[in-house]
């Protein structure tokens, strides 16, 4: 199962109300950033190039609390930097789920059998772990020798202790279709995750090695080359079908920054998770006071080489709204873990 049935029948009743209601705008996934830290230095992330002083700003756990309250969105992403270095983040993770949010908790993974014993597995919980490739690339990516081996103890000690547990793949111009395909076999059928993510790297001005990046019609390339495999059909990809037509160029897109607000240590980001323009004090000034149309593919030069799933996946299950019956068959395809036709 790509998508737990609980969380689409939530999703669905919660689109429902928007488009009831005549809302143009809405989140659908809250990006959480409670930290900038983390205990890696990845190749392609720009996310950690911030001075000592606001990498040692935390956010407490009643700012997690009501940024979530006042987005609304039923979907919350914990991401970062490294969440489980934040020293609150049970009590975070907790708060949210008592709210009946659908919590992914993004990591690395070095810290979380650490943390297991006090993360309490839940249907609200889903740990997302970050897996770029097999043993020499992921490790190569993240710069440490060691971290896919300890990522993939700490996958199998969650699914043993009943966690639900996710994987988040960047697609970068080392991943080779083969080995994306290989590792996709690995992580479904020899760790047995419950859903897989990916997505191609976004080409931070910061990152330490912009060599690493696709440009739009490579990543098309590539990703039309991974998914065109008879062994895609037992992936469960935790992606609306549409997004991944995307992906592969067989559906045109634009951005939907919105659909995925963004709230870091800094405030509200503006205008997406990947670019910070500018940053808003309150989640009503952020959805009233962005000029959105300025941005997305052809509007803005930052967005020429994005396909990511932070900017494209809300527009993707925001089409199914336009047309009911693909809506249906594409729920039930993404509910499925399967390819939609």
Not at 107 to 123: C, D, F, H, Q, V
Not at 133 to 143: F, R, T
Not at 151 to 166: H, T
Not at 192 to 203: A, H
Request: hydrophobic residues 35%; proline residues 6%.
């Amino acid at each position: 199962m790509g998508v737990p049935l609980r969380q689409a029948l939530v999703v669905a009743k919660y689109l429902m109300a928007q488009k009831l209601r005549g809302k143009k705008r809405f989140p659908l996934v809250l990006m959480l950033e409670p930290l900038y830290r983390c205990n890696l230095e990845c190749e392609g992330c720009g996310k950690i190039q911030h001075p000592e002083e606001i990498l040692n700003t935390y956010l407490s756990p009643e700012e997690c609390w009501e940024a979530t309250d006042e987005c609304g969105a039923p979907v919350v992403s914990i991401a970062g930097g490294e969440p489980l270095i934040h020293p609150e983040i049970d009590t975070i993770v907790e708060g949210l789920v008592q709210r009946k949010k659908f919590v992914y908790l993004c990591t690395n993974a070095i810290l979380l059998e650490r943390w297991l014993p006090k993360l309490k597995p839940s249907p609200y919980l889903t740990i997302s772990v970050h897996m770029d490739g097999m043993e020499k690339l992921h490790d190569a990516m993240v710069a440490r020798e060691g971290v896919f081996e300890k990522a993939v103890k700490a996958i199998r000690k969650a699914k043993d202790l009943g966690y639900r547990v996710n994987t988040n793949t960047t697609v970068f111009n080392d991943s080779a279709p083969e080995g994306m395909r290989e590792l996709f076999n690995f992580l479904n059928d020899d760790l047995g995750v419950d859903g897989m993510m990916i997505s191609p790297g976004y080409d931070y001005p910061k990152a330490p090695n912009q060599k690493v990046f696709l440009n739009r019609p490579e990543m098309i390339k590539t990703f039309e080359t991974i998914l065109d495999s008879p062994e895609r059909k037992k992936w469960r990809f935790n992606h609306s079908p549409i997004f991944l037509k995307f992906l592969q160029g067989k559906k045109a897109m634009q951005c939907t920054a919105w659909g995925n607000p963004t709230r870091s240590v800094l405030g509200w980001q503006r205008p997406c998770y990947l670019m910070n323009e500018s940053y808003a004090d309150s989640f009503i000034e952020l959805m009233e006071e962005t000029e959105w149309d300025r941005y997305g593919f052809g509007r803005d030069a930052r967005c020429t080489n994005c396909m990511a799933h932070c900017g494209y996946e809300a527009t993707a299950v925001g089409s199914m709204l336009e047309n009911p019956l693909e809506g249906l068959k594409a729920a039930a395809s993404t509910i499925g873990g399967g390819p939609s036709k």
